[in-house]
């Protein structure tokens, strides 16, 4: 048996020829993870995900380095949900989808680097210098 993609112009790739072995990914959008568009509704999902990702990571955080483990764990959560935002729509044709890919990016980039403070701090007073 062999399994087949359809490209978005319709035609047919073959998984099993040798000529196209890699030739596409095959993808699933899980529809409560990834909302469509930018509406009110799509923006509270997304963000009640975002919510029950930072307190994760917080928690984390928390149990690894007190305070600043805490800060830490906020900031790395916070950073891989815009960062996977900002992937998502990077190359869209929308002009608000791509709009908000730069500013989840440009948030990523501020949120790497208090992370990286955070976590230097964290590691410092764990070992008690």
């Not at 047919?12 to 890699?22: A, C, G, K, P, R």
């Not at 469509?36 to 149990?63: N, Y």
């Not at 830490?72 to 791509?98: C, E, H, I």
Request: glycine fraction near 14%.
């Amino acid at each position: 048996m062999g399994a087949y993609l359809s490209e978005p112009g319709g035609q047919m790739i073959d998984q099993t020829s040798s000529t196209n072995y890699w030739p596409q990914q095959m993808q699933g959008e899980m529809a409560f993870l990834e909302p469509q568009d930018t509406s009110g509704r799509a923006t509270l999902q997304s963000a009640g995900f975002t919510a029950l990702l930072v307190a994760l990571t917080t928690g984390v955080g928390l149990a690894w380095g007190k305070g600043w483990g805490a800060v830490a764990g906020l900031t790395v959560g916070a950073g891989f949900a815009n960062a996977y935002r900002a992937q998502k729509w990077m190359n869209d044709p929308d002009p608000s989808r791509r709009h908000e890919a730069i500013v989840s990016a440009t948030v990523t980039v501020g949120e790497a680097v208090v992370a990286g403070y955070a976590i230097y701090k964290a590691s410092k007073a764990r070992k008690g210098s």
